[in-house]
């Protein structure tokens, strides 16, 4: 029989004194990310190249300090880097559909803004004035006058030379024309040009239709005359104004004068300013048509000389940093917004917004993967950014629209970013398997693991994060004792007494519940009675399911045997995890055996309860009886096995041990302690596997044992490969000290079977049998028993059929004769 374990195997002490502190006031502060140093190289090495393709992502289990790590790493990383360029949206005059974008030096871009506003608030004043400038008007008139003179000399010569020949110039609704007059200067009428003589009207057509001549000439002479003078006056405007814009233009392209773009753009500027001065000229109101609809005239805009700022980075030190906690596209990508006026929407390049991708262009961008994938577009969208190493700006929904509409299509500009993905580890594996692209973009995998070797070094550590938690969190300070049961709990979380718990989001909040009844309790620190009052407090708050399924045991409405021996029963061990509670119960295994040739019957798997790897233990138990009592003929035997007042699915192969006791017992009639409970997994060999959630397994059985009185023939039965992983509470602690509890530890299934049944196994001796009074006689005994009648049996068979035959063909004979 295996030595039952020591009071001190089951729980890893942290001694207080190898903590050089009093209280977590004492240590300085401390930044370093703990038990990481894999996944701090692998971060290293993925923002440190700068090779298309190697952006990261980062996994590990909730609460190992994924975010906060990166955080960290990112902020002392980016302050070593240069600050990227500003970007910016201008008009496009030759397209005004696609706005133009033009990167500058950080701050730029905001002084360009300024610039550019500076210039048309200038303009809108200024040139104004120049038009209502005596100067101005002057040169106007000069231009006018000109011209008027002109025409009144050419007029007044023709009307000289037509009154000379007996013509005079009228003016009509369609324009000036020549006609003849009489003497007195009155015009000639169509009945007295009738009674003139051919000779007279001849002469009369042939003068006028040279005057006309004439006329025509000089209207033609006139109009050309007026196209010069607006002309002129056009060149005029635009000389008076280039004297304003000029050299505000100049002083801006002196500014600009490092950026080719914003040049070509300034020239463009200079050009439509001058082909649209009315637009700066005071407007007057014109009065209605109509007094009933007035409609208010639309202003001049200038929007198309304003700059929109995508991304100004004056103020950032460093690479920037983006933590993008909502990645929707817009959110991503930007948009273009839109306004209402008069029911249509209206848009301009004013209205394009930035994205986390434009603010992070340059840097860095981390967010959560699921996040990303949750939202529409976003994923591949990302990813053709990411590979085509640019961000565009684009109505999203514009495909799925009934009607097509008229928007913007904004330049694209060039991306410069480290992706950072942040995930559980099934959606990394997810991603990697099922997307070849992703495995294309993201190179680097950062692997935060849940746990970190119990070291010296570690402890302190670990104690350095409590005191920065305190500082941070301005929690009461933790003395010695209660940091060690902090540790403690770690090593309890991570399930190993030679490991620690990494999931710090799980601890913090044990600092602070801790910290909250160290404040009830009117204590200046926090000692090790209240850390452990948090830990009690808290399974109080969420056991109930617990201590309902303990008192029905109790009633009996839920039959679990504890005291006493039985025959094919045996108490074996669960965990239910409720998600925010684990813990363990105790299911009563039964197994039935009996004459036949069905085999070992899993009734579970016959009513569709039971999962692969359970069906899985049961083969391998189904093998290990074989291997073991079937070595010269085969067995004839029917059993069945099956966890009793289960309702739901079962799977695992925790329990296989449990079964193979269990239908042992069975067949060599032996009985079971009903006080020890089973857990632990078998193979084929028999040897003893380790299994997971043991100390929950452990704890709900004592509790339940507990409370109907430990008498000392109480304990549980465990894979000794499991003892690592022991961190049971104190009060099993005590009772194995007192004797009133008992932990076994086993290797092989045998030494489990000596327990269960205070019997000798059995060697199979040379002679190919087992010794008497040992389990493996009965059960080899019990197999032949069963294998003779099963002969006899099919032995009667034939010779019941033999003289059946024999009755039938004599039958037939007589019948013949």
């Not at 092989?748 to 059995?762: F, N, P, R, S, Y």
């Amino acid at each position: 029989m295996p030595e039952p374990l020591k009071f001190d195997e089951l729980y890893e002490f942290c001694d207080p004194d190898i903590l050089s502190f009093t209280t977590t006031d004492e240590l300085p502060e401390f930044k370093e990310t703990i038990g990481q140093e894999r996944a701090l190289h692998a971060l290293d090495f993925g923002l440190s190249l700068d090779s298309t393709g190697f952006n990261i992502f980062i996994l590990g289990e909730h609460g190992t300090g994924k975010m906060t790590t990166v955080k960290s790493f990112l902020a002392q990383k980016a302050l070593s880097e240069p600050v990227p360029t500003d970007w910016c949206y201008v008009y496009n005059f030759k397209d005004p559909d696609a706005p133009l974008a033009i990167s500058t030096h950080p701050g730029d871009a905001a002084v360009f803004q300024k610039g550019m506003d500076e210039i048309i608030k200038t303009l809108k004043t200024e040139i104004p004035k120049i038009f209502e400038s005596k100067e101005y008007e002057k040169q106007k008139n000069a231009i006018l006058e000109g011209s008027q003179k002109q025409q009144k000399e050419l007029f007044n010569g023709l009307e000289e030379e037509a009154q000379q020949k007996g013509f005079a110039l009228r003016k009509t609704v369609s324009g000036l024309i020549i006609i003849p007059v009489k003497k007195t200067g009155e015009p000639l009428t169509e009945e007295e040009y009738e009674l003139l003589d051919d000779k007279t009207r001849r002469k009369i057509d042939e003068i006028g239709r040279a005057l006309q001549e004439k006329l025509n000439d000089a209207v033609r002479l006139i109009r050309e005359t007026e196209k010069k003078v607006k002309e002129s006056l056009v060149k005029l405007e635009k000389e008076a104004a280039l004297s304003a814009v000029g050299h505000l233009i100049d002083e801006m392209k002196q500014t600009c004068r490092d950026y080719k773009k914003i040049l070509a753009y300034l020239g463009d500027v200079q050009d439509d300013i001058l082909e649209h001065l009315d637009d700066f000229k005071v407007q007057e109101e014109q009065s209605p048509q109509l007094p009933m609809l007035k409609f208010q005239k639309p202003e001049p805009t200038f929007t198309r000389y304003t700059v929109n700022v995508l991304v100004n980075n004056k103020d950032c030190k460093g690479a920037p940093c983006v933590f993008e906690s909502n990645p929707t596209y817009y959110n991503l990508f930007g948009r273009i917004e839109h306004r209402i006026q008069y029911g249509i929407a209206l848009t301009d390049f004013s209205m394009i917004k930035a994205g986390s991708l434009h603010k992070a262009n340059g840097g860095y961008i981390v967010m959560h993967a699921l996040d990303l994938l949750r939202n529409l577009f976003c994923y591949d969208a990302l990813k053709r950014a990411i590979r085509n190493r640019e961000v565009r700006i684009e109505d999203v929904w514009e495909q799925y629209r009934l009607i097509s509409t008229t928007t913007l299509k904004p330049e694209a500009i060039p991306l410069d970013v480290k992706v950072i993905l942040i995930g559980n580890p099934s959606l990394y594996y997810l991603l990697y398997n099922l997307d070849e692209e992703y495995r294309e973009l993201f190179k680097v995998k950062a692997d935060f693991d849940s746990v970190m070797n119990r070291t010296d070094g570690n402890i302190q550590k670990y104690s350095s994060f409590i005191a920065n938690i305190c500082r941070e969190e301005k929690l009461l300070p933790f003395e010695r004792t209660g940091v060690a049961k902090v540790i403690e709990l770690g090593s309890r979380l991570a399930e190993n007494k030679h490991k620690l718990s990494a999931k710090f989001s799980d601890i913090s909040d044990l600092l602070r519940e801790a910290s909250y009844w160290a404040v009830k309790a009117e204590s200046w620190v926090v000692t090790s009675e209240h850390v452990q009052r948090a830990i009690d407090e808290k399974i109080f708050r969420t056991n109930r399911i617990e201590d309902r399924l303990r008192e029905m045991i109790l009633d009996g409405t839920i039959i679990v045997d504890t005291s006493g021996s039985k025959t094919g029963q045996i108490n074996g061990l669960a965990v239910l995890d409720l998600g925010d509670y684990s813990f363990g119960k105790p299911s009563r295994i039964t197994a039935r055996t009996y004459a036949g040739k069905a085999g070992v019957v899993n009734i579970e798997r016959e009513t569709k309860m039971s999962g692969k790897i359970h069906e899985k233990a049961i083969l391998i138990i189904t093998n290990y009886l074989g291997s073991r009592y079937a070595t010269k003929k085969p067995i004839s035997l029917s059993a069945s096995i099956t966890f009793e007042q289960l309702y739901s699915m079962i799977e695992g192969d925790s329990a296989s041990c449990a079964e193979l006791y269990a239908l042992i017992s069975s067949i060599a009639n032996v009985p079971l302690k009903q006080s020890i409970a089973v857990t632990g997994s078998m193979d084929q060999n028999g040897e003893v596997q380790p299994v997971g959630g043991i100390n929950e397994k452990i704890e709900g059985f004592f509790d339940l044992c507990r409370i109907i009185g430990l008498d000392g023939s109480h304990g549980v039965i465990i894979p000794r490969r499991n003892v690592k992983n022991l961190m049971l509470k104190n009060e099993i602690v005590e009772a194995v000290k007192q004797g009133r509890f008992t932990v076994y530890p086993i290797e092989q299934v045998d030494e489990g079977l000596k327990i269960m049944t205070g019997m000798a196994v059995g060697e199979l001796r040379e002679d190919g049998i087992y010794p008497e009074g040992t389990v493996n006689y009965l059960v080899v005994k019990r197999l032949t028993e069963i294998a003779e009648s099963m002969e006899k049996k099919k032995g009667q068979e034939k010779e019941d059929d033999r003289e059946e035959k024999e009755k039938t063909n004599k039958e037939q004979d007589e019948k013949n004769t």
